[in-house]
């Protein structure tokens, strides 16, 4: 199992990009999916989480800005950032808390699976 992130880029202050997170391998469910940001020098940061029942929520910095959404017939996570600000520069990962799979033919569960990151830069 395996998540894969791709939209980030080079944005000004006040533009737009949406960051899309895919979830590969043979996936019977997936539990929490959000997405976390880590600025150079700083901790990584939870920004949005989207609960199974279709519940989001924002970290106070990003609501109103950014809008997390998912399709579960594609196992996949989106982030819509608009309105970006310098400060929202980072590399952002998605993450899922809990992924039940399939191993030697048997449910498995895989915890804490994280993307690789996607670049997100802001030009002020």
């Known amino acids: 199992v395996q998540l894969q992130a791709s939209g980030g880029g080079l944005v000004q202050a006040g533009g737009s990009l949406r960051l899309s997170c895919a979830a590969s391998?043979?996936?019977?469910?997936?539990?929490?999916m959000d997405w976390y940001r880590q600025a150079p020098g700083q901790q990584r940061e939870l920004v949005a989480t989207?609960?199974?029942?279709?519940?989001?929520h924002y970290a106070r910095s990003v609501e109103d800005r950014f809008t997390i959404s998912r399709i579960r017939g594609e196992n996949s996570v989106y982030l819509q950032l608009t309105n970006l600000l310098p400060e929202d520069t980072a590399v952002y990962f998605c993450?899922?808390?809990?992924?039940?799979?399939?191993?030697?033919?048997?449910?498995?569960?895989?915890?804490?699976?994280w993307g690789q990151g996607t670049q997100v830069t802001v030009s002020s």
């Open positions: 989207m609960t199974p029942g279709g519940t989001p």
């Open positions: 993450h899922a808390d809990r992924i039940l799979t399939e191993k030697y033919g048997q449910a498995f569960e895989v915890l804490d699976s």
């Open positions: 391998g043979t996936i019977f469910s997936i539990n929490v």
